[in-house]
């Protein structure tokens, strides 16, 4: 690498002490560092967030997934088959159906219209040409662990009823074309 490098040309002591300078920092840049109730550890396609135990009154829920509906998760605390305590979770703001379904918004210049045939499969088309996409990372039901932290949604049951916790999304689910 440079640092060899250097060393092989008889760098000056300083341009040593640069260099070593320069390879701590970028050690340091893919540490794990601290957030709010999460360890972000810095990677080269992206950040990864791993939820520690509550701090400052913010705690965060590990909940097994039972079932996937189109915007949010429906969850129990374990998973024991003859748990049925069910716990609702809404999904990240762009996983959900109900923002986009048989919208057209302007991404890039260009008018998308959304349109949805489940809760982890749509097209998205500009007029002239169409895309089918999923949710990857799927969902995987009765298989999946999910974390959660309590949040103002605007997310609401199938009885109305407003949906307090917030799926973090350490899968890094999103969009992708099929």
């Not at 390879?23 to 972000?40: F, K």
């Not at 949040?151 to 689910?173: F, H, M, P």
Request: proline residues 4%.
């Amino acid at each position: 690498m440079y640092l060899g490098r250097a060393l092989r040309r008889n760098a000056s002591r300083s341009e040593l002490v640069e260099k070593l300078g320069d390879l701590e920092r970028a050690i340091q840049s893919l540490m794990p560092t601290r957030a709010p109730n999460a360890l972000l550890s810095h990677t080269r396609v992206g950040t990864a967030v791993r939820p520690v135990p509550s701090a400052a009154g913010i705690s965060v829920r590990r909940l097994f997934l039972r079932s996937v509906e189109d915007d949010y998760l429906s969850c129990t605390a374990t998973n024991d088959p003859d748990d049925d305590t069910e716990i609702l979770v809404a999904k990240p703001w762009k996983l959900r159906r109900t923002p986009w379904d048989g919208q057209v918004f302007t991404v890039e210049g260009s008018q998308l219209e959304f349109t949805y045939t489940s809760s982890t499969a749509r097209t998205v088309s500009d007029g002239t040409e169409s895309e089918n996409q999923v949710i990857t990372e799927p969902y995987i039901e009765e298989v999946d662990w999910i974390f959660a932290v309590s949040a103002e949604t605007d997310v609401e049951d199938g009885s109305g009823n407003s949906i307090r916790l917030q799926e973090l999304n350490t899968d890094a689910r999103a969009w992708a074309k099929v």
